[in-house]
DNA sequence: CGAGTTTGACCTGCGC
DNA sequence: GCGCAGGTCAAACTCG
């Protein structure tokens, strides 16, 4: 969408929390990178440097000990929780989101500053309903619905996107990006997803698979995608938040009567001991050019990585679906080198 | 038989 | 307005 050459701005850039990146564990020696830990500092800096911006916005990891901290700081930390760039800071072109209901409160939604929300295009949360809104229907199969209600609900389908689209910007669920060095694609993080589409994108090789979480009303889609520089390397994309616990960590806590456990969760894939307690974090904002921004800072992290600058996580005994038993320390998620 | 995957067609947003 | 690319739908198919 931002278009191909249409430059990238700033996903990461953007929205400093939105840099997290987080791993999941799969596969036996997972080195999962874990970077755009770029300081609020810089971050404030604001988008400016769209572009250009993101060698230097990089940074090395933030002092999160766990993969879990991490995201958690986000939703903690003054600076993100409330509207990095939201405010003031505005940036104008890309955005990033601060998602108001997360971060600060539920109904926080109108506090959103303004565009500076993500750009749009999915309906929002809970839309499930609108999704029900046939897309690909062919004409014979719309008759039934194009009588009730006056009209056609195809067509009234259609124009309540239209008017969505007009009236005010649809707003897109945040999202959260992951980059994973893994063998498979679909890496299980607990929850249930079944695909519903598979495309292939543009200036990458791989195509990008589309999938939705199966609980019945929850619309939290993810997207994954290998990367074209590093095929090792798994980039999944979280839109939107879970609406029921993760099948798997219910379980599993609830063997070991951890039910209570963290509210708020551990991170999907959280390195070594991956646990997924809480729905992948809708934490972030994220922005259209990801795939592309994803793999340029990629690329950086490992040859920092290389060069010893930037820790990774290591999985070390991680299993494709077999979250640990207990809730896991940050300590115990990082394995520095 | 139900749940999940594949795949081609269709829809939408966006840049030119 | 047109074309491109991303995203979604749903019929057909596969698998347990």
Not at 75 to 99: C, F, N, R
Request: charged fraction near 20%; hydrophobic fraction near 30%; include cysteine.
């Amino acid at each position: 969408m931002s278009g191909p050459g249409g430059g990238g701005h700033g996903l990461y850039e953007d929205h400093p929390a939105a840099a997290g990146f987080l791993p999941f564990d799969h596969d036996d020696d997972v080195v999962a990178s874990f970077f755009f830990g770029r300081s609020a500092a810089s971050g404030g800096g604001a988008g400016a440097g769209a572009g250009a911006g993101d060698d230097d916005g990089v940074g090395l990891i933030t002092p999160y000990s766990s993969i879990t901290d991490y995201l958690q700081g986000f939703l903690q930390d003054p600076v993100y929780a409330s509207s990095p760039l939201g405010g003031d800071a505005a940036v104008k072109h890309e955005t990033v989101v601060d998602h108001p209901s997360q971060a600060g409160g539920v109904a926080a939604a109108p506090a959103t500053p303004n565009s500076s929300v993500l750009s749009s295009s999915s309906e929002a949360a809970g839309g499930d309903d609108l999704r029900r809104c046939k897309k690909g229907r062919r004409p014979e199969d719309d008759e039934e619905e194009d009588i009730d209600d006056e009209g056609s609900a195809v067509q009234s389908c259609k124009t309540n996107k239209m008017k969505n689209k007009k009236g005010a910007k649809k707003e897109r669920e945040p999202r959260v990006a992951f980059m994973t060095k893994s063998e498979v694609d679909h890496l299980e993080d607990g929850y249930r997803w079944r695909k519903y589409g598979q495309k292939a994108v543009k200036n990458s090789s791989y195509p990008r698979s589309y999938y939705r979480c199966t609980a019945p009303r929850c619309g939290v889609k993810k997207r994954v995608e290998r990367s074209e520089q590093d095929p090792s390397m798994v980039i999944t994309t979280y839109e939107g938040q879970h609406t029921h616990p993760s099948p798997v960590s219910y379980h599993m806590h609830r063997q070991q009567g951890l039910m209570h456990v963290s509210a708020r969760g551990v991170m999907p894939g959280a390195a070594g001991a991956y646990q997924f307690g809480a729905p992948p974090p809708p934490l972030l904002g994220f922005d259209e050019a990801l795939a592309a921004r994803v793999r340029m800072t990629m690329n950086q992290q490992q040859q920092q990585q290389q060069l010893g600058f930037v820790p990774s996580i290591h999985a070390a005994a991680a299993r494709p679906t077999m979250p640990p038993l207990h809730l896991h320390t940050a300590q115990q998620d990082l394995f520095l080198p």
